[in-house]
């Protein structure tokens, strides 16, 4: 059903409460006030509103004299600018714990590679990644025609209940598991179509990114340098580039492999940073996600502060002025 939130279309599912709603938004325990149909709800009370197709809300909150910098993909608020994966841990609760250190909210799953409950006798990764508190982002990993991405994407949508936020990757060759970007463009208008929000993994092309932005895509993710490499940002410049031409978020997808890689991209100006390898393959996993989270989070504060500029030659800290020997 569809709802209108501070004068926005939003679907939300059927049966829906307020303090559901709360908490997809990302505004659980957060200082709020909410009007809904014109009528003010009581914070304790959102549990007991059950919302209904055509409701208007308006949702309202005190920020200190500067702007809500949230992470927005796809109409949804998210603090956490750090998106992790769940592959190449060592067993279930290093993943949870990794993932909990991290503070991520969207968290990828490859769909045709992880148990995510079909197997009875297998672990669950919904038990310790419940959705109710996670975005779950079904990614295309190991897709490498158009075709297999798009059904890929269907049973995703299928097997978590009309879920149509996905990571689209269509990978040209097992070698470089550089994308192939004629079989992306392909299979990002088919999938836009068919009404998914579409998160894409791309070179560092600024024409193909802006391409993919046209088509429709809710997000555009080019690599900082091969899948699992950990070489971190090989073309800050082109990077850049894609920032300064893009209207919708720009994440950077694959190849950090340490916390200062991560701090670069979000001070280049990168709205978030995608990640697996460089958290899951670290000597102590849980500790590296801690690292990353606080990268993130310092590496956009850099931005949103702006760098002094650079110099070639000294600057004196302390006025040399009036000084005696």
Known sequence: MQIIINGEPREVRE????????????????????????????QDSYGQHQLRDGDRLEIVHAIGGGQDDALVIAGKAY????????????????????????????????????????????????DILPPERYTILPNTAGCYTAEDAVRTCKLARELLGGHRLVKLEVLGDAKTLFPDITATLEAARTLVADGFEVMVYTNDDPIVAKRLEEIGCVAVMPLAAPIGSGLG?????NILTILENAKVPI???????????AAIAMELGCHGVLMNTAI?????????????????????????????PRKRYASASSPLEGLSL
């Not at 940002?233 to 410049?237: H, L, T």
């Not at 899951?280 to 002094?308: D, Q």
Request: no cysteine; hydrophobic share 40%.
């Open 251 to 261: 994440l950077v997808d694959a190849g950090v492999g340490t916390a200062s890689d």
């Open 233 to 237: 940002i090989r073309n800050p410049y």
């Open 79 to 126: 603090q956490s600018r750090l998106l992790v994966g769940t592959g190449k841990y060592k067993d279930m609760d290093e993943t949870r714990r990794a993932i909990e250190a991290s503070g991520a909210q969207i968290v990828t799953v490859a769909i045709r590679r992880t148990n995510i409950g079909q197997d009875p006798s297998q672990p669950n990764l919904l």
């Open 15 to 42: 049966h829906s409460t307020l303090a559901e709603l709360t908490s997809e938004l990302g505004l659980t325990g957060k200082r709020i006030a909410v009007e809904l149909n014109r009528e003010i709800v009581p």
């Open 280 to 308: 899951a393959e670290a000597k102590n996993p849980v500790l590296m996600a801690s690292a990353m989270r606080k990268a993130i989070e310092a590496g956009r504060e850099a931005f949103l502060a702006g760098r002094m």
